[in-house]
């Protein structure tokens, strides 16, 4: 058991000299002197293993957690102008929302893509689009996460293109930008399976375009976030923290097992292995959920893969408050709400976190709730004082407990999980998603009998205060994605395709089909499509012909 003098002798004192604290010195209002911690819980220290307390020394007193306000609706240009905006305003980071039909490697002309243009999402066919959609914003200046999971691949090369491209303009040696870009793709395909239903091909060649990413960006982008292995979608599809916890732990194991297998070395890629977890309103029972992730995942990494290096065990994490937990009812109270689940990840040490907006129950934010959301957060790290010492709550017994019991809880889940056959086998014969049915359904059935309380919902209702119903300066404030957005797209599209080669387009075709059909790394191949002018959709064409489509499993 290490003692506080050690802890800072091997660990403080060095990470001090490389980030020096954001003040010189840290206070209450009163005076009282703050220190980095004030508690060794089982002689545990934040920034060592397993990292229960922060996989930081110092954590928030170096640095803020990235806030990083998810973002993205109609065209590029329109996401580009919201996006400028945000971090006019103080945001520090980019999140990318792609609207269904990206997400599904689909055209904006494609019948299937109809009604759907821009409206959950920025709308993205082209390299044109993706020009558009970051211009004037430097890519080796800003950090960006992209939430984009059975194309990750194909809209991580537009990135890279993009970037190539910048960098060309500003003289800049091209494989140095690239080589400097940090951000998060989601790519994480098997919580598509077993929660959000936005896949495309089987398990087994999903598998592959994931760990294809993880190797090309070993080498050639080696400070992206190859993958953020995902809770949150599994929490908004029904699961308890536990089951959250579980389920993401699960899926990280194989996705580790998918890496090793071609031959990539632990602690090559695990240190840009990264997490989303979502925060809900248990408060004690979130805060302690990060915690034990965060210490379950460090002894996974060691005890089950032999990792080494300790940046290998740190599980990085990217939260967001709960979109299933706000109400269309009363909906100013989800300001309330998303404090409650921001403050949780914040004293559950998060690298960067997303707030919704109040707003989103029942529209696309307004750019007004969108600055709420993002002043909340900001209220969080400058006013409330709670990131002025690591692991407050380090200590608490209940907080202590809570830590320990889904820790126990998670592992055993694992533990089954692995007698099954693992998480591609769980998913492949509806475990998984029979787990998370049945606790959505016992959560909704409490909530319709009354036994859980949901302020404006089932108690306390008060109709006069419901946006959606009143008059108010929110409703006229409405967001609307314009319906043209569609057309706009589709003459854009057209445009973009009399304008190619067809010799180089036809060439390419073949390529990627060979290569698909190969074992060779897909990602030098698609860079290479999209900068001779293939579309999303055309991509996500060829790969369908050679990988086919995947049909789900009845879950009874």
């Known amino acids: 058991m290490r003692t506080r003098q050690d802890w800072e002798r091997d660990i403080l004192q060095p990470a001090l000299k490389r980030a020096a604290p954001r003040c010189a010195s840290f206070e209450t209002p009163s005076g009282i002197p703050l220190d980095v911690v004030h508690s060794d819980e089982a002689g545990e220290f934040p920034g060592e293993y397993p990292f229960t307390r922060g996989i930081h020394p110092t954590m928030y007193r170096s640095r803020l957690w990235t806030m990083r306000q998810y ?7 329109e996401s580009n102008q919201r996006y400028r905006y945000l971090l006019s305003q103080g945001q520090t980071g980019l999140s990318v929302a792609f609207d269904l039909p990206t997400q599904l490697a689909l055209d904006a002309d494609d019948p299937l893509a109809a009604g759907e243009v821009g409206k959950v999402g920025v709308s993205i066919s082209t390299l044109d689009d993706m020009r558009e959609l970051f211009d004037q914003i430097p890519l080796d200046q800003v950090s960006t996460s992209m939430t984009i999971n059975a194309p990750a691949a194909v809209l991580l090369a ?28 989601q790519n ?102 990060f915690r034990a992730a965060r210490r379950l995942w460090a002894k996974i990494m060691r005890e089950r893969f032999g990792a080494q290096d300790p940046r ?35 004293l559950g040490g998060a690298q960067s976190l997303h707030t919704n907006s109040m707003d989103e129950a029942l529209w696309l934010p307004t750019e007004e709730s969108v600055r709420v959301a993002l002043r909340t957060q900001q209220i969080i790290a400058y ?13 608490s017994h209940a907080i202590e407990y809570l830590t320990d019991q889904i820790e126990a809880r998670a592992a055993d889940l694992i533990r089954q999980i692995d007698g099954i056959g693992g998480a591609v086998r ?24 009354g036994a859980r309380v949901i302020v404006g919902v089932n108690r306390f209702q008060d109709q006069d205060a419901n946006i959606a119903d009143s008059p108010s300066s929110s409703q006229r404030q409405r967001f609307v994605v314009d319906p043209a957005v569609e057309e706009r797209q589709r003459r854009r599209l057209a445009a973009w395709r009399a304008a190619r080669n067809p010799d180089t387009v036809a060439a390419l075709t073949r390529q990627l089909e060979d290569v698909a059909r190969s074992s060779d790394n897909l990602m030098p191949c698609l860079i290479a499509c999209v900068e001779g002018g293939l579309t999303v959709g055309e991509i996500g064409r060829i790969l369908r012909h050679v990988f086919g489509e995947y049909q789900p499993p009845t879950v009874i």
């Open 71 to 77: 973002a993205g609706y109609a065209t590029a240009q």
């Open 158 to 185: 537009l990135y890279i293109a993009v970037a190539k491209e910048q960098a060309q303009q500003h003289g800049k040696d091209a494989q140095a930008v690239i080589r400097q870009l940090r951000g998060t793709v």
């Open 188 to 289: 994480d395909i098997l919580k598509e399976y077993a929660a959000r239903g936005l896949y495309i091909f089987p398990p087994r060649p999903s598998m592959r375009l994931v760990t294809d990413v993880f190797a090309y960006c070993k080498d050639h982008v080696p400070h992206w976030n190859t993958i953020s292995i995902s809770g949150y979608h599994i929490r908004e599809a029904g699961s308890t923290a536990v089951q959250e916890v579980a389920f993401t732990l699960a899926n990280a194991i194989a996705y580790v097992e998918a890496a090793l297998a071609i031959g990539l070395n632990i602690d090559e890629f695990a240190g840009q292995l990264a997490f989303f977890f979502n925060a809900h309103n248990h408060f004690l029972e979130e805060v302690a959920k």
């Open 312 to 346: 290998s065990c740190m599980l990085r994490f990217h939260a967001q408050t709960g979109g299933s937990t706000l109400t269309a009812q009363q909906p100013l109270n989800n300001i309330v709400r998303v404090t409650i689940q921001a403050l949780a990840a914040v």
């Open 383 to 395: 006013e409330s004082g709670v990131a002025d010492t690591v692991d407050p709550l380090g200590g």
């Open 426 to 449: 769980a998913i492949e014969n509806g475990w998984m998603q029979a787990q998370i049915a049945e606790s959505a359904y016992r959560y909704q059935q409490e909530v319709e009998s």
